[in-house]
Each structure stands twice: as structure tokens, then as C-alpha cells.
């Protein structure tokens, strides 16, 4: 069967990627990218585009209407620190938009949705080393709460509607093809960027402040690989725990100093990043993922870094 695919959100750090992996496997023609904003270039010519606001019902029904879609990849959200700043529209924006897209694709008889959630569900009294599949998740941001609801919801519509939602928990992604969006960890993809302009950098987050990590690459081949999975080895319907690398700022200044020998790492007291940083957990226990649809990352911090590093400077 030949899918038709929308992917939501598609302007941001993640979306610009998967689109382009996306149209690789499936066609050009089949996966339409959408968002709210005018895409770059690459998205914009490399297949179809529509406007799309998430909240606008009326838009977004009108968008199921056209394209029909068998697949869609909701990605438009506010994420963690920006959504401190506007927290109102963060909870709007993350929870109804997951719900009308929710609701259109029973109506239009889509088969599958994927919804990304995050390590920001956990909280200040998760288990912090190989934090649990099942654990206390205590959430104390809007991004955190908002994407635990939407784990809920997403579990209710398969158990009373038979929807085929799957998610995932992203660690902190990092990424050469797109600037920081926002997010507590994106002190990690700024490093190499300052580390190539001024050979410093001054992080938000403290020296020993220890986060689960992925590179890009694979983010995306591994959602893809949950959506390709057959639906009876999918376990977990709210949203699997994914796991990569975990480092610190030190251990990332490191590796970088093997390629920048000059390079000078300092740190900003105070931020509000800090708190958001500490209530989230060290490492990952993602076992139940390797074990439904054999989950396995490639990139550890070496091969990180000397990616990033590579291509920045290609860039």
C-alpha cells in the first residue's frame, strides 16, 4: 500500500530531517510537509507543503480532507523553556492541537499517528540512574505536564478506539542541520557551534549536570523503525523510554578539545534551565524498546562529537 503521509510541524529541529528521510522511503509526492510557518527551501521544493495550524480546526480539517492520510506525525509543540514563558499557550498548543489531530484521524480513517513526548515527563522524584519504562512522574514544567496528559490520551484513543498511536520519549536530540529550538538541552548543539566561532562557550547548565543525549540520526531512524514495527510488538501505547548517551558539559568539552585543543568551557550561574535540568533524569532504562522493535543506537559521544564538528565546519 502506498502511504500518504502529513508530518506536522515539519519547520522544526526534528521535522525537517524526517520529512526528507521520509520522502526517501516513500516518494516525494507522498509525504506532505506542514506548518505554520513558510518552510526553508529544501522542504519547500523536495515535495508538497501546506499551511497548518494544529489549533485552527477548521484548517486542519480541511488538510485531512485533501491528502487522506494513512500516516501522521504530530510534531508542532512549544518546547520546554520557551513554554515557561508562555505556559498558557504551550498547554494549548501541545495538548488540543494532539487532540484534534487525534480526533480527525478517526474521522478520515487515518491508520497510524505518531506523537513525540519526552524525558520532561519525569520529575523531581523519578528515579534519576536507568529511570524506569514505569515509574513517579512528577513533571514541573508546562512541556513536561502537557506531554504526560498527552501519553494518557494517546493510550485511551488505542484502548477505546483501536488507534494506532506510538510514541517516544527523545532524550535531548542534537542535530548539525538546525539551530537550538528552545529546548533545556540545547545547550549541546550551541557548544559546537560557539566551540568552532570562538573556541569557548559558556553553558547554562552546571559542570556535573548529566542528561540523557541522541544524535539526529538516530531520532529518526529509530521513529521510523517504531512506525514500520508490525502493531502486536507494540507493548506500550502511552510512550516508549529512548535512550542514546548520557554526558555532562565537562565530558562533552572533552571530546571536543580533542579536535580543538584551545578550547575554553565556562559556566552562567543562575539560569532557569538549571532547575528544569535537574529534575530530569541522568540515564535511560529504554530495555522494553530494544525488546519490542530491537532498538539500538549507533552514535556514543565520540562519534557525536566528530559528526558535529565535521559538518559544522562544512556548513
Not at 489531530?101 to 534519576?128: E, R
Not at 565556562?266 to 533524569?281: E, F, G, H, L, V
Request: aromatic residues 12%; hydrophobic residues 35%; glycine residues 6%.
Amino acid at each position: 500500500m502506498v502511504e500518504k503521509i502529513l508530518v506536522i510541524g515539519s519547520n522544526g529541529q526534528i521535522g525537517t530531517e524526517l520529512v526528507t528521510e521520509l520522502r526517501k522511503i516513500n516518494g516525494e509526492s507522498n509525504v506532505v510537509a506542514c506548518d505554520i510557518r513558510r518552510p526553508d527551501y529544501d522542504i519547500k521544493n523536495g515535495g508538497p507543503f501546506e499551511f497548518v495550524n494544529v489549533l485552527d480546526k477548521e484548517n486542519l480539517k480541511a488538510i485531512f480532507a485533501k491528502y487522506k492520510p494513512t500516516q501522521v506525525y504530530l510534531l508542532a509543540a512549544l518546547l520546554s523553556a520557551t513554554g515557561e514563558q508562555n505556559p498558557k499557550l504551550a498547554w494549548d498548543l501541545n495538548m488540543n492541537g494532539l487532540l484534534n489531530v487525534l480526533d480527525f484521524a478517526i474521522d478520515f480513517g487515518t491508520k497510524k499517528i505518531y506523537w513525540p513526548s519526552s524525558i520532561a515527563v519525569f520529575g523531581p522524584n523519578s528515579p534519576k540512574q536507568q529511570t524506569p519504562q514505569f515509574c513517579t512522574m512528577d513533571p514541573n514544567t508546562v512541556y513536561g505536564i502537557s506531554k504526560l496528559a498527552g501519553e494518557r490520551w494517546c493510550e485511551y484513543y488505542f484502548q477505546k478506539y483501536g488507534l494506532d498511536v506510538r510514541s517516544i520519549r527523545y532524550p535531548g536530540l542534537i542535530s548539525w542541520k538546525a539551530m537550538p529550538g528552545g529546548g533545556t538541552t540545547d545547550y549541546a548543539i550551541h557548544i559546537f557551534h560557539e566551540a568552532l566561532k570562538k573556541s569557548s562557550y559558556s553553558s547554562f547548565l552546571s559542570a556535573e549536570t548529566e542528561l540523557p543525549m541522541m544524535y539526529m540520526d538516530d531520532a529518526i531512524r529509530g521513529t521510523i523503525e517504531l512506525m514500520d514495527a508490525p502493531a502486536d510488538q507494540i507493548s506500550i501505547r502511552s510512550s516508549y523510554n529512548f535512550s542514546g548517551v548520557s554526558f555532562n558539559p565537562e565530558d562533552l568539552a572533552s571530546e571536543i578539545k580533542k579536535y580543538i585543543p584551545d578550547f575554553k568551557l565556562s559556566y552562567t550561574a543562575n539560569d532557569p534551565r538549571q532547575k528544569i535540568a535537574d529534575s530530569w533524569p541522568k540515564s535511560m532504562d529504554d530495555s522494553t524498546a530494544k525488546k519490542d522493535w530491537n532498538w539500538k543506537p549507533e552514535f556514543d559521544l565520540e562519534k557525536l562529537t566528530l559528526e558535529m564538528l565535521t559538518n559544522l565546519k562544512k556548513s
